[in-house]
Structure formats: C-alpha cells, structure tokens
C-alpha cells in the first residue's frame, strides 16, 4: 500500500476503513491490536514505515502478556504485514528491535501534514 505521505513525515494517528476487515478477520484480536501498537510508534524513513519498538515495550503499552506480545508479533510477521530488524546496540549488542510495517488495504497512517488538512463535509 503508498502511503501517500512525504518520506520522514511524523505519524499522528491509524485510519482504519471498512476494507481492513479482511485482515481484522485473519488475525486474532490480539496480533490486530498488536499491529496498530506497532504502527502508531512508527515513522516514516526513506520510504517506509518503520518502527523502534519490541514484545517487551508493545506488552507493556497494551497491559498484555509479553509472550502474548511476541507471539502476536510472529502472527503479523507470517502475514507479511511486520519484518523484523534488528539494531545494533552499545557494545555491538543487540539493540531495540524494528520493525518494517507493510500495512494492509484499508488501513492507512495520518501523518502531520495530513491531520492539519481541513476535512472535507461529505454531502448526501
């Protein structure tokens, strides 16, 4: 899916339309939740919508299991909806894990420039 939003621009917010609910319905509850956690903590880098973020902090943000969290993670990975990349950290260590979200039809990120736009009145 384009984003339609300039490379690097920050996020402010998820649009869910009614074509996502293919995917809501291929997902557990869980790994739907899990994705949209992961997407409001992304950002748009060269391109693609990456986020900083892990099981760990996903958990912590949603009052979940982190094994919940992990495996959710897992399910959006075998959907191709998440790839993970992991960054290099102080020392050479592991650092906090990304994530590249490819989102699904019918889900669609609000950035800055996009929330300032006035909306448009829809006439019947």
Known sequence: ?????AADAA???IVVRPRARSVMRALTPAAWLVLQ??????????GL???ATSARLVAEHLRIDPGTAASALLALRRHGLVALAQAPGADR???LAGYTLQLPDGLEMLSTEMARRPRRRRTR
């Open 37 to 46: 956690d992961v997407a409001i903590d992304g950002g748009w880098r060269d």
């Open 49 to 51: 919508l990456v986020a």
């Open 93 to 95: 260590r592991f650092g």
């Open 11 to 13: 996020v402010e917010g």
């Open 1 to 5: 899916m384009t984003s339609g939003v």
